[in-house]
């Protein structure tokens, strides 16, 4: 059984950092993209970043670019998000995701996901 947990949400000042994390269970953990997404209240699930299995590749969403940067331990089957000068339009759930094909940067290309974690950035 896949299960992917974040951790490492929390509230923060506006200009402040937060690293999320993301343990992965269940899975090979370096044969799959990981993606982070993220969803305010009453909007779409909206993409982050995410990174390939090797971690060579990534891509990250145009709203956080020069920000947040995702990496991941293979070692440690876990995917992180550092996120500095965060804003309070940051504010959102952030979920983790994992795909065994592509790097993709809709919701529709991951199979596996967390529940999520929240972070909240105060002006």
């Known amino acids: 059984q896949v299960q992917l947990v974040e951790s490492g949400g929390g509230l923060v000042q506006a200009g402040g950092s937060l690293r999320l994390s993301c343990a992965a269970s269940?899975?090979?953990?370096?044969?799959?993209?990981m993606g982070w997404f993220r969803q305010a209240p009453e909007k779409e699930r909206e993409f982050v970043a995410s990174?390939?299995?090797?971690?060579?590749?990534?891509r990250s969403g145009d709203s956080v670019k020069g920000r947040f940067t995702v990496s991941r331990d293979n070692a440690k089957n876990t995917v992180y998000l550092q996120m500095n000068s965060l804003k309070p339009e940051d504010t959102a759930v952030y979920y983790c995701?994992?795909?065994?094909?592509?790097?993709?940067?809709?919701?529709?290309?991951?199979?596996?996901w967390g529940q999520g974690t929240q972070v909240t950035v105060s002006s």
């Open positions: 269940g899975l090979t953990f370096s044969s799959h993209t």
């Open positions: 995701a994992a795909t065994s094909t592509g790097l993709y940067t809709t919701t529709a290309g991951y199979r596996y």
């Open positions: 990174i390939s299995g090797g971690g060579r590749s990534t």
